[in-house]
C-alpha cells in the first residue's frame, strides 16, 4: 500500500460515538481527503452539467440517443468484465440500511446479494455514516451480534457459506458529507461512504473469496460513470489490489441514464458487473426533467403506475437487451410490501402481485430482482428458480427481439391512468410520513404496508408539485392548487394527530415535516433532491 499522503481533513460539528476510531483512522481518513482533492472537481462540473442538460428538456421537451457515442453502441466486440465468483448468482438481492440488526438480518435473508445501503434507505446522520462501517467491518469479521432491548431477542450470522454477498450502495453524486471537510469544504458523501469502505474491505473481502462491491446511484450520463471507473482505477491503484477487483452494478433511475445504458457499461466495462432497473427514482426522475412538459409528460397516481405501462415496459425491455449484449447482469426492480402481521388478507393480494411481477421480470430476461423484505425472498426465489433451474443467470437470452425507440422511453402519455383525488391525498400522506421518520434518522419506512425510501418521498413531492403547475384537474372534479394541496396536508396532520395521540405526535417531527414537504411541493424553484434542504435539519 502506498503511503498516505498528509491528511487535511476536519471531522466538523459531530459528537464523539463509540467505537468510530476503528473507523476514521488517519490513513483512512487520508485516503478519504486525497479521492476528495483528486475527483471532487470533476464532480462539481459534472453537476453543473447536469443543470445545462436539465435547460435543454426544458427548452426542447425530448431526449435522445447520444450521436456522438454512436460508435460505442454499434461496435459489437466489447463485453464487460466477466462476473467474479460471488456475483455469478444475483436471482434474489434484498436492500435495506446498514443498522446493526438490519445487517445480520439481511447476511442470514436466504437472498444471493444484499444491497447495504448508505444512501436511500438511509438518513445521513453522522451515526448512521460511521456506525453503518463499523457493522460491515464487523460482520466482515464475524464479531456482530445484536440484542432487542425491546423484545430481547438475540441475533447471530448463520455459517459464512449461507450469508448473501454485499453490493454496498454509497450516496449519490450530488450530496456532500458535512461533518467530513478539508480546507473548509464538504467532502462528497459518495466518496466518503465508498472511501472508508473500501479501505477497511477491500483486501478483507479478497480474502473471504469475494470482493469490494458496489451499486452506484442516480447516475444520470456515461460521463459521471466514467469518474466512478477513474476512483476505482485510483483506490484499487493505492491500496494495491489488483485492478478489476472492483465490481459496480448502476442503477438506470435517471431518465437521461436510460439513453446511455452501452455507454455507461463501456466506461465501466473493466468494473461493471451490470444495470438494475430503479422504478421509483426514475419516476421521479421523469418527472423532475419534463416536468414543464405540459400535459403528455403529466404522471397519474403513482401506484397507478405499474411496470406494464407502455414506457416502463420500454426501459426495462432495452435494459435487459442492453445488458446480455454486453455479458452483464439485468437486475430487475423493488417489491416493496411489507407483510402484515395481522392481515392474512392482505398478506394474500400482496404476495400474489409480488409473484406474478417477478414471474413477469424472470420471464422477460432479468438474471435477478430486488425485496425489501425477508418473507419475499422465497417467493422471488421460486420465480427465478422456475426459470433458471441450476442456471445461475440467463445472460443467454439477447432479447434481440426488442427495438425501442428514442420515443418510446418518454411516451407518459401511452398510459391510460389519470390522476385522482386519493392519488393526492396519498402522496401527501406518504411525504409527510415519509419526512417525519427521516428527520429522526429513518431512510427505510413502513408506510401503509410498503417500504418506502427516499426515491418514493420524491416521487410523492414532485407530482404534487407538477400536478399544480400543470393544472391538473382530478376524477372528481378539483383542479390541483397550491391552496388544495395544503388543504390535503392540515387534514392529514389532524389525521396522524389523532391516529398516534397529543403525546407522541408533539415528541416527532411532525409539523417540520409538514411543511418540508409543501416547502419543496409548492416552491416555484423546484429542488432538485429532497434530500438537500431536508439534510441542512438533519440533526445529527
Known sequence: MSAPAPSSLAI?????LPRQEEVLTDAALAFVAELHRRFTPRRDELLARRAERRAEIARTSTLDFLPETAAVRADDSWKVAPAPAALQDRRVEITGPTDRKMTINALNSGAKVWLADFEDASAPTWENVVLGQ??????????????DERTGKSYALRPDEELATVVMRPRGWHLDERHLQVDGRPVPGALVDFGLYFFHNAQRLLDLGKGPYFYLPKTESHLEARLW????????????IPQGTVRATVLIETITAAYEMEEILYELRDHASGLNAGRW?????????????????????????????????????????????????????MAAFIPSRRDAEVNKVAFEKVRADKDREAGDGFDGSWVAHPDLVPIAMESFDKVLGDKPHQKDRLREDVDVKAADLIAIDSLDAKPTYAGLVNAVQVGIRYI?????????????????????????????????????????????????????????????RAEIGDEAFAAGNWQQAHDLLLTVSLDEDYADFLTLPAYEQLKG
Open 12 to 16: 466538523v460539528d459531530a459528537e464523539p
Open 436 to 496: 417525519e421518520a427521516w428527520l429522526r434518522g429513518l431512510g427505510a419506512v413502513a408506510i401503509f404496508n410498503l417500504m418506502e425510501d427516499a426515491a418514493t418521498a420524491e416521487i410523492s413531492r414532485s407530482q404534487i408539485w407538477q400536478w399544480i403547475n400543470a393544472g391538473v384537474v382530478l376524477d372528481n372534479g378539483e383542479q390541483v392548487t397550491a391552496d388544495l394541496a395544503r388543504k390535503v396536508a392540515a387534514e392529514e396532520l389532524a389525521n396522524i
Open 281 to 333: 427514482d426514475y419516476l421521479f426522475s421523469i418527472v423532475k426533467n419534463f416536468r414543464d412538459g405540459g400535459e403528455k409528460f403529466v404522471l397519474p397516481d403513482r401506484n397507478a403506475v405499474t411496470m406494464t405501462a407502455p414506457f416502463m415496459r420500454a426501459y426495462t425491455e432495452l435494459l435487459v437487451r442492453t445488458c446480455h449484449k454486453r455479458g452483464a447482469h439485468a437486475i430487475g426492480g
Open 229 to 240: 471507473n477513474e476512483v476505482f482505477v485510483f483506490a484499487q491503484d493505492h491500496v494495491g
Open 134 to 147: 463499523l457493522n460491515l467491518i464487523d460482520a466482515y469479521s464475524r464479531t456482530i451480534d445484536f440484542t
